[in-house]
């Protein structure tokens, strides 16, 4: 479903993504993960397309967009949750979401009366949002949730724009453990229909949910596999998981 070809970019002298390529299939959640400074907010920044990369090429669904915009990208199917939140803080929850629905099928539903088109676009929204959880949060403006809550409400937007792929950019930062627990069993739900691209710190759900696991170190994957194929390989360890290598 995403495919990242040798993707290389350098900041003058500094080369930040060597060459990188991995794929993330249908049904799959791939993990990439290693310490601070090795470039995963560089390689996600090139697949969604806020950076453009030097050589090397992504595909979505087998198409090119490699030279497509942000905005573009998010219309071919490219769904992501930021790391600094996209929420509209003085709208209501329901609001935030329905204008991400809007947005993706404002013209399906054009010939519609202005209040049907509000009803319908209300009703997808609020299917979404009971969804993640936040059913009962709706009527609430969006400043009045907590940082968990908020979080849930970036994946929301995101899954109102119909994705065929999610990139989560560290999704964890900033959750208790309950918030953290929940949200990854959301995720394992929701992988099961859509693929991901997980950039994340917490290792309980990297190895919780990732089927793949890519190890980047200093702009290089230096090891990829299982996350038990990961866990057993010298290399990750030594350069990630802070053991000695033998
Ligand atoms: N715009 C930029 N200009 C110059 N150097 C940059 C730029 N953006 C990132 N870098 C450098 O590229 C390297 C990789 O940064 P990046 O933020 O991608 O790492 P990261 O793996 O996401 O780190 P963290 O886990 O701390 O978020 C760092 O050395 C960083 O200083």
Redesign the pocket.
Known sequence: MLEIENLHKS??A?T?SHDISLSVGAGQCHAVI??????????I?QISGVLRQDKGRVALDGKDVSALSVWERVQAGLGRTFQITSVLPSFSVLENVATAVQAKNGSSLRFLAAAAREAALNDIAQDILTRVGLGARSGQQAADLSHGELRLLELAIALAGEPKCLLLDEPMAGLGRTESVALIDLLRTLREELPMLL?E?DMDAVFQLADDLSV?VD?QIVARGTPDEVRQNPKARAAYLGEGSG
Not at 34 to 43: D, I, R, V
């Open positions: 900041f003058g500094l930040v290693g310490p601070n400074g090795a470039g995963k907010t560089t390689l920044h950039v710190h980047l702009g």
